[in-house]
């Protein structure tokens, strides 16, 4: 009797359970609530920005050191330290009196070899003329004087370039600028003796053009593989702090 009321209670209970008015529980409604709670966002790999501060100088776009192609005398000197000048204005003159026989001497070779070649064609013209005439001029003396000709007129070429030469040495005896800018240094006077040397002597002048500045800094290594050529750069003078100059 006992068995049988334990058994009707438990199947009472079951009937409850199954009637009761509890519904299921949804799980999409918690995952959206756990969403709202914690934000979320998207990972991209990047490279990591960094900036350093480097020593720098400003040296001028355009500058050269001036000297002589031609041992000479300094003669005249047009400009002096500061002075501004034009791309081709007359600088200095020098002076070189050996180099004036060595152009009368070449001079003298080619109007001696252009003679000589004047006459081998008239000459030739003549065997030519008389050549006409059957019999009277042999082949072989035609071809001599065309030869004698040719070879006449080729050292008279050579004559002629030797004065070209000579005349061209000659014009390195003045001296020009070659770009706009500023003469820094003078280094020579009039009367001084200068000769073709190497870029560790002295300059007779040092032009620079300080319109237009290039800025060099010196790198260290472990920053080269980093350094983004396109990238613009600011930068500050030490004369003036706290100054700083935007990339133009």
Excluded: H, W
Excluded at 104 to 133: D, F, G, N, V
Excluded at 238 to 244: C, D, E, K, V, Y
Aim: charged share 25%; with cysteine.
């Amino acid at each position: 009797m006992k068995t049988k009321l334990i058994i009707l209670a438990a199947f009472t209970c079951l009937l409850a359970a199954c009637g009761g008015s509890e519904k299921p529980v949804d799980l999409t409604e918690a995952k959206q609530a756990a969403n709202k709670k914690y934000e979320t966002g998207s990972i991209a790999e990047k490279a990591l920005s960094s900036y350093a501060r480097l020593p720098g100088q400003l040296n001028p776009f355009n500058q050269v050191n001036l000297f002589p192609k031609v041992n000479g005398f300094v003669k005249q000197i047009f400009v002096d330290r500061g002075t501004e000048v034009k791309k081709g204005q007359l600088l200095m003159t020098l002076e070189a009196p050996e180099m004036e026989s060595q152009l009368q001497a070449a001079m003298s070779r080619y109007l001696q070899a252009q003679e000589t070649a004047t006459a081998s064609k008239e000459k030739y013209s003549r065997l030519k003329q008389a050549a006409a005439e059957p019999g009277s001029v042999s082949p072989l003396e035609l071809d001599n004087a065309i030869s004698k000709m040719k070879a006449d007129n080729a050292v008279a070429e050579a004559q002629r370039s030797n004065v070209a030469s000579v005349k061209t040495i000659q014009g390195y005896l003045r001296i020009y600028a070659p770009f706009d800018g500023t003469i820094v240094e003078r280094n020579v006077s009039p009367g001084a003796l200068v000769a073709p040397g190497k870029n560790t002597d002295q300059p007779m002048l040092a032009l620079q053009d300080t319109r237009k500045l290039r800025l060099e800094v010196a790198i260290p290594e472990d920053y080269v593989d980093k350094v983004d050529l396109k990238q613009k750069v600011n930068f500050t003078f030490n004369a003036m702090p706290g100054l700083s100059i935007p990339p133009g």
